[in-house]
């Protein structure tokens, strides 16, 4: 059974930062990993998508990379902004052709002005 | 031009009633989920449905269960409904397997009095 971990649980950063967040999961067969964001009261919102073959993927200011053998993720959010406060979400897909994603409970990212 | 729509967004209801959630995507995907975040923010899965397949989660009571019309829909029904039950329900899509990208809904607070 996938098992998902993120640490810290919430990070308070003042803005122009750069930071990581980190993602660790229990079972390496994953076919992909998923970072979304979510707001309050919000639904999810899609970040970046890690295939299994893949190091790592940028968008903008963020880069997620991916060691599938040790189980880890990390999402690095480059000259942080107060509109990155958010909570993110690392999912894998536990692949074996289940289509599901377990979800980790998330770093709640505060930004400060 | 909303990619994945739910109704209601807010549902509030009596211990022992029945009830439906609807989730509807445009995005020609394949395959539709249900999530559930309960108090505490933790997202589960709930169900997966792809072309008629339907996969759920084991520890889903069978008060719960999913309806889908056709490829677009995929609806929830929840009969003789528990205060347990109170919690946001999100719908989500995605494309055929190789990319397993998904797309959320904005989600429904489901409150059971």
């Known amino acids: 059974k996938q098992e998902v971990t993120q640490i810290p649980a919430a990070l308070s950063v003042p803005e122009g930062e750069n930071l990581v967040l980190n993602c660790s999961f229990t079972?390496?067969?994953?076919?992909?990993l998923q970072w979304f964001r979510q707001d309050p009261g919000k639904g999810l919102t899609s970040l970046l998508l890690?295939?299994?073959?893949?190091r790592e993927q940028t968008s903008g200011r963020l880069n997620a990379s991916l060691d599938k053998s040790s189980g880890r993720s990390t999402l690095y959010i480059a000259a942080s902004q107060p509109g990155d406060s958010a909570t993110y979400l690392c999912?894998?897909?536990?692949?074996?052709?289940?289509?599901?994603?377990?979800f980790g409970k998330g770093t709640k990212l505060s930004v400060i002005p | 031009d909303t990619a994945v729509s739910q109704t209601p967004k807010y549902l509030v209801t009596q211990m022992g009633n029945d009830k439906s959630i609807k989730c509807e995507q445009n995005l020609g995907h394949d395959t539709m989920y249900w999530y559930k975040q309960d108090s505490k923010k933790f997202l589960k899965i709930m169900f997966s449905?792809?072309?008629?397949?339907?996969?759920i989660n084991e520890t889903v009571p069978n008060r719960f269960s999913p309806k889908s019309p056709d490829k677009a829909h995929l609806n929830l029904h929840i009969n003789s409904l528990e205060l347990g039950d109170s919690a946001v329900y999100f719908c989500a899509s995605s494309p055929h397997r190789a990319r397993n990208e998904q797309f959320f809904g904005p989600g429904t607070r489901l409150t059971v009095l």
């Open positions: 890690i295939q299994s073959s893949q």
């Open positions: 079972d390496s067969a994953i076919y992909n």
């Open positions: 999912a894998p897909d536990s692949g074996a052709g289940s289509y599901q994603l377990t």
């Open positions: 449905y792809n072309n008629k397949e339907l996969i």
